[in-house]
């Protein structure tokens, strides 16, 4: 079982920068992905981006595409997101999770991590 500590977040004004730690205690399957998603006020948990822990391929959502960048350490078993040009949609609690590649370019999760609080805000 593998668990997900992530980390990183704050409060950020709007134009700033964010960069996200996921690390995982356990064996990452390596067809899995490791990825985000994100939880706004009064809505749904959306995906935002995803890492192939087997070759590096990345994915993103259109909104997040030029703006945040992931990225894994195999040695250290964590993904990080940078996170640039932030703005007040990108509001949210960001959760790490990690589980097998969709068809759709998502993850179907597995496991997740408890979540960390990212506000932009003036």
């Known amino acids: 079982q593998v668990q997900l500590e992530d980390t990183g977040g704050g409060l950020v004004q709007p134009g700033g920068s964010l960069r996200l730690s996921c690390a995982a205690s356990?064996?990452?399957?390596?067809?899995?992905?490791v990825g985000w998603f994100r939880q706004a006020p009064g809505k749904g948990r959306e995906f935002v981006t995803l890492i192939k822990w087997s070759d590096g391929t990345t994915y993103y959502v259109d909104s997040v595409k030029g703006r945040f960048t992931i990225a894994r350490d195999i040695a250290k078993n964590t993904v990080y997101l940078q996170m640039n040009n932030l703005k007040p949609d990108d509001t949210a609690v960001y959760y790490c999770a990690t589980g097998p590649i969709t068809s759709a370019q998502t993850i179907l999760p597995r496991n997740w991590g408890q979540g960390t609080q990212v506000t932009v805000s003036s």
């Open positions: 356990g064996r990452i399957f390596s067809v899995y992905g």
